[in-house]
């Protein structure tokens, strides 16, 4: 039980951020500001799909800055204008003229004035007058032994019982703000305080004026049977026919305008404050009457916005946070960023499409957010995973392999198995009585100086480091991933030991009073790879009898006298790369059948000082008599370093040598044979020289090496 939940724990360990994310995500839905930046995109969408014609045959009489200015009148207008204005408008014979303005005083103009308009509306006959609810919220005080007192009062104004008389209906005809100040929904059916006979459902404003118009023979669509609306906006003031209350006044109105219409007087001032925040209108400067425009329209048309249930959206933006971890998860960096970005274009291009074409209201903030937490927790919380991971293994493998370690997020590259590894040991001759002649913090420094040349030197072919054992180095090649020239690059490794040390002893060799050798042994074989160790702590390393036998025959290099010792198992892969000399066999503890070892020669190991040398050579194979052009890189009594060197010229190569005088001043022929090859460089071993030729390199060499230092010398005085 205790091993399934470890690995139930393992495969969901990675997911937990997008658990985490998707709880957030349900919190700010719930308790935060998603909600309204929810509403907000609801607004966006109109701006996207754009104006709409209106359905309804909607006039608008705006009661406007020119009507203030050309009738050189003050609010509130005289009532027996408005009469005047309303017996103008039914002599088209409209199908309803709604008012939005509240009549609930008596004018100040006197009875008479209220009797006009109450008149003019009687003679209409089609006229829907609005009532306001206000709410009045009552401070609650402490009255006696402590009880509160007071309640929230809902006040009705309704127009005065002269005016309203003769009305078509009366209706509520105020607009409730979202929490944002913003107006998007309108009611369809509304409760009214009465004080005789408590609430009654009363028909909204808009609703009212479509059960007129329905009832006059508009084809309508049937209201909804739901308390409000989402208005689908059509547009503006802008998108609906208007003619300024003014020309309405001096009867300067095309004949048969009002014919059939719905007809909607109202304030579209600023002064009077009857404007609003809403859809196209998001600064606030949408008047009432236009609200109440395309609210009509929508009843008329019935294709009010239906809005997805928000327990859908909720749960749709947990799955998208969800989604987003997992891609994460799942996917490469890039790969995954595409996705998540395909599926935010896709979900933002549903949203578009079923708002414009099905008038459908997809809450898509609460998606988008949580599908972009998911990924972008998710990704942050792999970097932190990936920087920890690179600073633990980073000891172990090379920078390449060291990503692609860190990018295997199921950890399978190091997991325990079977497989096929070259591993090499190797560590520094006698280091037990050097270490003796020196103070601990010279060992220390000689040791990081050491251990880290050579850790570069593992990590540029490709090994990787298992342990340092004290002065020694333990590494494996074709591990964790598949590298089908880990013999070849193990032994480039060691060749490259022998050549760095060199440098290395002479910067020590006086304070040690002696040179610095290290002895290397190499196995192939199978062995068992992969983290291994205790619960408390786990190593990636190497195990079984390949590593044994790589041990032991770095412990007998110096019995042999040679610096490089392979297996047979390993000369196999090489054969005929390298020089290399069969030395004997051995018994390996635990195993009956001795094993052949070969030594390597140190080709590349410069057992004389060089010095740079650039002129023109030409080889002659001794075997086949083939010819080559190619350069020189440097010079020593011992050989050559070329350039340009073809790949048929192998290892083991032996050839004729005419260098051109050159610097020189002498021209050198002599014999040698390819030792080391590197891409289309190679080191040449002289076999023979011609006589008198070895003291005239030697001193070429010994001036080579006199500049090189003047010219540190110079340098480091220009640094100063």
Not at 11 to 33: D, K
Request: glycine share 8%; charged share 25%.
């Amino acid at each position: 039980m205790g091993r399934l939940w470890a690995r139930l724990s393992k495969q969901f360990r990675p997911y937990l951020v997008g658990t985490a994310t998707a709880a957030v995500t349900l919190g700010l839905i719930l308790f935060g500001p998603v909600e309204r930046s929810e509403l907000l995109w609801f607004d966006q969408l109109f701006e996207l799909r754009g104006m709409r014609p209106p359905t309804a045959p909607i006039v608008i009489v705006t009661i406007d800055e020119s009507s203030f200015a050309e009738l050189n009148l003050q609010w509130p207008f005289p009532r027996a204008l408005h009469g005047k204005v309303i017996d103008r408008i039914a002599a088209d014979r409209p199908l309803a003229i709604g008012i939005d303005v509240l009549f609930d005083s008596e004018s100040r103009f006197g009875r008479e004035d209220d009797a006009a308009l109450s008149a003019a509306i009687a003679r209409a006959g089609n006229v829907v007058l609005g009532l306001s609810i206000a709410h009045d919220a009552q401070v609650l005080v402490e009255v006696g032994g402590g009880k509160q007192h007071g309640t929230a009062r809902e006040v009705v104004s309704m127009p005065l019982p002269v005016i309203r008389e003769g009305a078509a209906a009366v209706a509520p005809f105020n607009v409730e703000p979202d929490p944002d100040s913003h107006v998007r929904r309108v009611p369809v059916r509304r409760q009214v305080p009465d004080p005789m006979r408590g609430y009654e459902w009363w028909l909204g404003f808009d609703a009212e004026l479509h059960r007129l118009v329905t009832a006059k023979g508009l084809p309508t669509r049937p209201l909804p049977a739901v308390r409000e609306i989402l208005v689908n906006f059509r547009g503006p003031l802008a998108a609906f026919e208007r003619i300024p209350y003014y020309r309405v006044v001096a009867n300067e109105v095309p004949e048969h305008l009002f014919r059939d219409k719905i007809v909607l007087i109202g304030s579209t001032s600023e002064v009077m404050h009857d404007v609003f925040a809403a859809a196209f209108a998001r600064g606030g400067d949408m008047p009432g009457v236009a609200i109440h425009a395309n609210a009509v329209d929508t009843f008329v048309r019935g294709d009010r916005v239906h809005e997805v249930p928000r327990i859908a959206s909720t749960i749709l933006a947990v799955v998208a946070a969800l989604t987003g971890s997992a891609l994460a998860v799942r996917l490469r960096a890039v790969r995954a960023l595409a996705v998540t970005a395909l599926l935010l274009a896709a979900g933002i291009a549903l949203a578009y499409v079923a708002f414009a074409r099905a008038d459908v209201w997809l809450r898509g903030v609460a998606v988008t957010f949580g599908l972009v937490l998911g990924y972008g927790g998710t990704v942050v919380e792999n970097f932190v995973r990936e920087q920890r991971e690179k600073q633990r293994l980073s000891r172990f493998f090379s920078p390449d392999v060291l990503r692609a370690v860190v990018r295997d997020r199921d950890g399978r590259s190091l997991r325990p198995r079977r497989r096929l590894v070259t591993v090499l040991f190797s560590d520094i001759r006698g280091f037990t009585t050097i270490s003796e002649r020196l103070q601990p913090e010279q060992v220390d420094e000689m040791l990081r100086e050491y251990l880290s040349v050579m850790t570069e030197v593992v990590f540029r072919h490709g090994g990787t480091i298992d342990k340092y054992i004290g002065d020694g180095i333990m590494a494996l090649y074709n591990a964790p991933y598949e590298d089908p020239a880990h013999a070849l690059n193990a032994i480039r490794t060691a060749l490259e030991f022998q050549e760095r040390a060199i440098p290395f002893s002479a910067r020590w060799e006086s304070k040690l009073g002696a040179t610095i050798r290290c002895g290397v042994g190499i196995n192939s074989g199978e062995a068992v790879v992969g983290s291994l160790g205790s619960r408390q702590r786990s190593e990636y390393t190497a195990v079984g009898d390949t590593v044994n036998l790589a041990a032991r025959l770095e412990s007998v290099t110096k019995d042999y006298g040679v610096p490089i010792i392979i297996s047979e198992f390993t000369y196999e892969y090489v054969k005929g790369h390298f020089p290399t000399s069969e030395l004997d066999t051995v018994t390996v503890k635990g195993k009956s059948q001795p094993v052949k070892i070969y030594g390597v020669r140190p080709s590349s190991k410069r057992r004389h000082p060089r010095a740079p040398l650039d002129a023109a050579a030409q080889l002659t194979a001794a075997v086949d008599g083939r010819v080559c052009r190619v350069r020189t890189v440097d010079i020593s009594e011992g050989g050559l370093g070329l350039v340009g060197v073809p790949d048929e010229w192998s290892v083991g190569s032996t050839i004729e040598i005419r260098l051109d005088a050159g610097e020189l001043g002498r021209r050198i022929v002599a014999g040698g044979t390819i030792v080391s090859r590197r891409g289309d460089r190679a080191g040449v071993q002289f076999t023979s020289l011609e006589a008198g030729l070895a003291p005239i390199i030697a001193e070429y060499v010994a001036r080579g090496r006199d500049r090189d230092e003047i010219d540190e010398a110079e340098a480091g005085a220009g640094r100063r």
